[in-house]
């Protein structure tokens, strides 16, 4: 077998211009699809990273009346109590689960004033103590809130960067005080996102589809939210769990077990799955990509004629060399391995060359087109394989043919 290698790397090298055009349908036709399949990989990448952010593997499961968020404006819904810890210890058990926080939570307009500037839009969220490390949020600056602060109905709050930047300026913070509907907070820290994630948005469609958890947010003790809200609403459930993989099932089962513990047929827990709404968004562009891929194949298809072309007048080109091996007791066998060794090999440089120029094309389209791409290790063996089961398909018939040459008649070929 290694002789035969080292007999078809020289039949190439020998016509350096005829392999090289040769192997161009093949090179042209991996490249295409390692390119295709580098930007399609990326781009689902892009989709889930977007959706599920810097990847905390968060679950939010809310209070939904048909297919929104409901909201607590006209009150408390019949039916729906607060969480009791019961219920947090079961879904504390729930396969894959790690951390169970509740929270409460609702955007407010005109209730946020410091001084004369005032925060439209701002998310009050009322938390518990293991809340943050739970979202996946840390503390920049001060403390957070603690057990002693929600048991004490302390008044106290922890803003995000950005509420702190609009009401305070450069100015720090850290126990200066806000109202929150007529109540003053004690400032008492600042947090941040664990990691500052901004979705790539390209379209109005994308700012529409990940552009929805925006703006300032205040965190206050959970126990303090009938001070700004007048009664106790039920609570939000914040999961997070083991992997990204896990999460629309876990969601799904904490979504289940809260509403085996509710009484109103309108008004639902239902688990925010970002995981699906990606996979939705991916499978959405899937036909197009089968389609460019099948079309690049078809240039696989044409290089693999050209292969089985260049080996027939290969086979026409030596038939005294075949005519002498079989005079002097070469088999068909060895043979017809011979030309089907230079085939595959053949077939196997250009699936190389492919895999390395597609790889190229693929950053270079990320470079003028912005369009994310992510190299699959995984297509591009896949690739080089594939090449070479073309050059065993298409090289069968000349070697085939080379091998029942009449080896008289071979040797008075001119």
Same mark, same amino acid.
């Given at each position: 077998?290694?002789?035969?290698?080292?007999? /078809?790397? *020289?039949?190439?090298?020998?016509?350096?211009? *005829?392999?090289?055009?040769?192997?161009?349908?093949?090179?042209? @036709?991996?490249?295409?699809?390692?390119?295709?399949?580098?930007?399609?990989?990326?781009?689902?990448?892009?989709?889930?990273?977007?959706?599920?952010?810097?990847?905390?593997?968060?679950?939010?499961?809310?209070?939904?009346?048909?297919?929104?968020?409901? #909201?607590?404006?006209?009150?408390?819904?019949?039916?729906?109590?607060?969480?009791?810890?019961?219920?947090?210890?079961?879904? /504390?058990?729930?396969?894959?689960?790690?951390?169970?926080?509740?929270? *409460?939570?609702?955007?407010?307009?005109?209730?946020?004033?410091?001084?004369?500037?005032?925060?439209?839009?701002?998310?009050?969220?009322?938390?518990?103590?293991?809340?943050?490390?739970?979202?996946?949020?840390?503390?920049?600056?001060?403390?957070?809130?603690?057990?002693?602060? /929600?048991?004490?109905?302390?008044?106290?709050?922890?803003?995000?960067?950005?509420?702190?930047?609009?009401?305070?300026?450069?100015?720090?913070?850290?126990?200066?005080?806000?109202?929150?509907? #007529?109540?003053?907070?004690?400032?008492?820290?600042?947090?941040?996102?664990?990691?500052?994630? /901004? &979705?790539?948005?390209?379209?109005?469609?994308?700012?529409?589809?990940? !552009?929805? !958890?925006?703006?300032?947010? $205040?965190?206050?003790?959970?126990?303090?939210? &009938?001070?700004?809200?007048?009664?106790?609403? &039920?609570? !939000?459930?914040?999961?997070?769990?083991?992997?990204?993989?896990?999460?629309?099932?876990?969601?799904?089962?904490?979504?289940?077990?809260?509403?085996?513990?509710?009484?109103?047929?309108?008004?639902?827990?239902?688990?925010?799955?970002?995981?699906?709404?990606?996979?939705?968004?991916?499978?959405? #562009?899937?036909?197009?990509?089968?389609?460019? $891929?099948? $079309?690049?194949?078809?240039?696989?298809?044409?290089?693999? $004629?050209?292969?089985?072309?260049?080996?027939? =007048?290969?086979?026409?080109?030596?038939?005294?060399?075949?005519?002498?091996?079989?005079?002097?007791?070469?088999?068909?066998?060895?043979?017809?391995?011979?030309?089907?060794?230079?085939? =595959? =090999?053949?077939?196997?440089?250009?699936?190389?060359? @492919? =895999?390395?120029?597609?790889?190229?094309?693929?950053?270079?389209?990320?470079?003028?087109?912005?369009?994310?791409?992510?190299?699959?290790?995984?297509?591009?063996?896949?690739?080089?394989?594939? #090449?070479?089961?073309?050059?065993?398909?298409?090289?069968?018939? &000349?070697?085939?043919?080379?091998?029942?040459?009449?080896?008289?008649?071979?040797?008075?070929?001119?």
């Amino acid at each position: 077998m290694i002789e035969n290698i080292r007999l /078809s790397f *020289r039949g190439i090298f020998a016509h350096k211009m *005829r392999s090289f055009l040769t192997m161009l349908g093949i090179i042209i @036709g991996i490249a295409s699809i390692i390119a295709i399949v580098s930007t399609i990989k990326g781009t689902n990448e892009q989709i889930e990273k977007n959706l599920i952010g810097s990847g905390d593997n968060t679950v939010k499961i809310a209070l939904y009346q048909e297919d929104w968020e409901y #909201s607590f404006d006209e009150g408390v819904p019949n039916g729906i109590s607060t969480i009791s810890e019961e219920t947090r210890e079961t879904l /504390s058990n729930i396969d894959h689960v790690e951390q169970v926080s509740f929270y *409460r939570n609702r955007q407010t307009y005109q209730q946020v004033y410091r001084n004369n500037t005032t925060l439209d839009g701002t998310y009050i969220t009322g938390i518990e103590e293991n809340y943050f490390s739970t979202a996946g949020l840390t503390i920049k600056q001060g403390r957070g809130i603690t057990n002693r602060d /929600s048991s004490k109905f302390a008044t106290v709050a922890v803003l995000d960067e950005t509420s702190a930047q609009l009401l305070f300026g450069d100015e720090n913070p850290i126990g200066k005080t806000i109202e929150i509907s #007529s109540t003053p907070f004690t400032i008492i820290g600042i947090c941040t996102n664990k990691e500052t994630f /901004s &979705p790539t948005m390209e379209s109005i469609d994308d700012y529409y589809t990940y !552009n929805q !958890n925006e703006g300032s947010k $205040i965190y206050i003790p959970t126990e303090t939210w &009938p001070l700004i809200c007048q009664f106790d609403e &039920p609570q !939000n459930v914040l999961l997070k769990v083991d992997g990204t993989t896990n999460m629309t099932s876990a969601g799904k089962k904490a979504a289940d077990l809260l509403n085996a513990n509710i009484s109103n047929d309108t008004i639902t827990y239902k688990a925010e799955d970002l995981l699906k709404q990606a996979k939705d968004l991916q499978s959405l #562009s899937q036909s197009t990509n089968a389609m460019l $891929i099948w $079309i690049a194949g078809i240039s696989l298809l044409v290089g693999g $004629i050209g292969v089985m072309n260049i080996m027939l =007048v290969t086979v026409t080109e030596r038939t005294n060399e075949i005519g002498l091996k079989k005079a002097i007791g070469a088999r068909k066998k060895a043979i017809m391995t011979q030309f089907l060794t230079e085939a =595959v =090999v053949l077939t196997s440089i250009g699936g190389v060359l @492919g =895999v390395i120029t597609g790889i190229a094309l693929a950053k270079l389209i990320s470079l003028f087109n912005g369009t994310p791409v992510a190299i699959s290790i995984s297509a591009s063996l896949l690739s080089v394989l594939f #090449s070479m089961l073309i050059g065993i398909i298409f090289g069968i018939l &000349p070697s085939w043919k080379a091998a029942n040459l009449d080896p008289i008649e071979a040797l008075r070929h001119e």
